[in-house]
């Protein structure tokens, strides 16, 4: 059993930046990739960002790219979303997920946090 804890959420301006955090504890997955899902209120739950479990391969949804960075930190067990310039349509709430092996941009993972709430004022 893997538990995923975020962390970070709340309420900005537009323009404004936050940086969820999602921490990992339990039986985590060696080679494990991570990802960050979001979902408004009657509507699917979208891909927003994911990296492999190495780093090196790291994909974004076309509505955040040059806003939003993932990363990981491996020896924490963490994994990082910093959202930056932040617009009311990115309003949602939140979830880190983990899977063994490949990054999906589908919502097939292993494992889901409780998520985590962002919400954006024009």
């Known amino acids: 059993q893997v538990q995923l804890v975020e962390s970070g959420g709340g309420s900005v301006q537009a323009g404004g930046s936050l940086r969820l955090s999602c921490a990992a504890s339990?039986?985590?997955?060696?080679?494990?990739?991570l990802a960050w899902f979001r979902q408004a209120p009657g509507k699917e739950r979208d891909f927003v960002a994911g990296i492999s479990w190495s780093g090196a391969t790291i994909y974004y949804a076309d509505s955040v790219k040059g806003r939003f960075t993932i990363a990981r930190d491996n020896g924490k067990n963490t994994v990082y979303l910093q959202m930056n310039n932040l617009k009311p349509e990115d309003t949602a709430n939140y979830y880190c997920?983990?899977?063994?092996?490949?990054?999906?941009?589908?919502?097939?993972?292993?494992?889901w946090g409780q998520g985590s709430q962002v919400t954006v004022s024009s």
């Open positions: 339990g039986r985590t997955f060696s080679r494990n990739a």
């Open positions: 997920a983990t899977r063994s092996g490949s990054l999906w941009t589908v919502p097939e993972y292993d494992y």
